[in-house]
């Protein structure tokens, strides 16, 4: 998207959405402020609209927002070392509905929606190019459709809204089911798919593509379990043929790979005007903080678990494991920012994280300052779309030779390079491969919060002890199979709308 309006776009949204008429006739059309009449004419002014959409990704993954990496932290892979956002109490079950983590998850969404919603309302009136304005509808309903997706799978059925923001309509709507949500979201992004182009340049660099839309398509088919067209939608992905792994698992992240092979969707960073805090919240304040539990799911690097394999040796732990682990997790004793790490470096867990964060192993610089950095935050990537058509064609046919092929792509991807899937697996053994294959491939991007919901195995993994390095409990984690699979509607939304019906067990 073009920076020059990304910032001024909000205060112009606010400012629409925000007045009234004047009392004097020699202000009614003031100059120097829009009004909603003078608006949305021009192409300058749908640009800055759309912006102020792609803008509330910023509120979600900036590395200072919530939606991205606490996921990961709720779950046996990281631990959240304070009660910022909530996230820490949702591990232990102990959440409630005005916890941070919650009440901002429904405001941002809400927001993207409301800003999609009036930009769609109001594009017809402006004059532009119908080309370039049928594709940024398509943008719009992209965005919209990941807002309500990230609603839906984490509160089930919230209203549906699809006009412009307008209270004494809105205010007191009730729940739909969250069929109804997803069906909305499909539609959108089936629209969306039709609209877009495959690939960009330039300063539209990051926005939506068709490849987007296709890829987040097939991932809301596959967590509502409609297997064949979630393995229908990543074949789409696959068929464009402008997609492929990146050869380098531990750079895929940095700056100077911004758009790599592999983006399918990323947000936009660049300094000054829009730098995000990853480096800080990773290597100054170890947050997230992997712990063992993810750790011991590396397999040794002859694709068998620790407790079988020969090549395992418990003095040395790290060493002959699957390359994605010391390629994306920070372990005592093994080299990072030009130093050996020790205890005293990565107190919480004993662990570290390299997602996301721009110091390498062998090179010493200097500590990044707080919101200083500045790489691309990927949303979609290639890996994901084919371990989608994996889980979702296995699901539905079982593991056939197209979900064997999947899965070894992205074992033998150049810099990992693990053994390929043994043959002759049942669908079940298929299953846990699959499971694993994403855990691993995908560990601390955020997703895995939502595998363990979909595939019900959350009552399971997040009961339990939780352990450092050395194998010292550090928490307990607590899930209420009866209640947990759902996050309770905001509190404060509940009063403000008695009609919205609380999630059950929440009461």
């Not at 662990?351 to 996301?356: A, C, E, I, N, R």
Request: net charge negative.
């Amino acid at each position: 998207m073009k920076r020059s309006i990304q910032y001024i776009s909000i205060i112009l949204l606010v400012t629409v959405s925000g007045f009234t008429a004047c009392d004097s006739l020699l202000d009614v059309n003031p100059t120097d402020q829009y009004s909603a009449d003078t608006f949305w004419q021009t192409e300058a002014h749908a640009s800055a609209g759309l912006s102020g959409i792609y803008r509330v990704l910023f509120n979600y993954y900036s590395g200072t927002g919530n939606h991205f990496m606490e996921y990961d932290m709720v779950t046996s892979n990281a631990y959240a070392y304070n009660e910022v956002n909530g996230t820490d109490a949702i591990s232990r079950g102990v959440h409630l509905s005005s916890s941070a983590l919650i009440t901002n998850l429904w405001e941002i969404a809400y927001r993207g929606i409301g800003r999609a919603n009036t930009f769609l309302d109001n594009m017809e009136s402006v004059h532009m190019d119908e080309e370039l304005k049928r594709r940024m509808e398509g943008e719009a309903k992209f965005l919209r459709a990941f807002y309500y997706q990230s609603l839906a799978d984490k509160f089930g059925g919230v209203p549906l809204i699809l006009e412009t923001p307008n209270a004494a309509e809105h205010a007191y709507l009730p729940r739909n089911t969250k069929a109804e949500v997803v069906g909305q979201i499909l539609q959108d992004l089936t629209e969306a798919v039709a609209i877009l182009p495959v690939s960009y340049s330039g300063a539209d660099l990051g926005r939506a593509t068709k490849g987007a839309a296709l890829a987040l398509k097939a991932r809301v088919l596959l967590y509502n379990e409609r297997w064949m067209e979630a393995a229908a939608a990543a074949k789409e992905v696959m068929d464009l043929n402008i997609y492929d792994l990146f050869d380098n698992y531990r750079t895929f992240y940095s700056i100077d790979n911004k758009y790599n092979s592999e983006v399918i969707f990323n947000i936009e960073s660049r300094d000054p005007e829009q730098l995000t805090n990853f480096d800080h919240n990773i290597y100054v304040l170890n947050r997230p903080a992997p712990l063992k539990e993810l750790v011991d799911c590396y397999l040794m690097d002859d694709g068998t678990p620790i407790t079988e394999s020969d090549r395992y040796d418990a003095s040395d732990p790290y060493a002959n494991r699957d390359p994605r682990l010391l390629m994306t997790i920070r372990c005592m004793g093994y080299h990072y920012n030009g130093a050996v790490t020790t205890a005293e470096d990565v107190p919480t867990t004993g662990f570290g994280m390299k997602k996301y964060i721009t110091y390498t192993d062998d090179e010493r610089i200097s500590t990044i300052a707080a919101n200083k950095s500045e790489f691309n935050l990927i949303v979609i990537r290639f890996a994901e779309v084919l371990l989608t058509y994996a889980e979702a064609r296995n699901e539905a046919v079982g593991p056939d030779a197209s979900v064997y092929q999947a899965i070894n792509r992205i074992r033998k991807r150049p810099s990992v390079n693990m053994p390929e899937i043994s043959a002759g697996l049942s669908q079940d053994e298929m299953r846990q491969v699959i499971r694993l294959e994403r855990r691993i491939e995908l560990a601390l991007e955020g997703l895995y919060y939502s595998d363990i919901l979909r595939w019900r195995t959350a009552e399971i993994e997040n009961n339990g002890p939780v352990h450092n390095a050395d194998g010292v409990v550090i928490a307990v984690r607590s899930f209420n199979k009866d209640r947990d699979y759902l996050w309770p509607i905001p509190f404060n939304q509940i009063v403000l709308n008695p009609n919205l019906e609380q999630n059950p067990h929440w009461d």
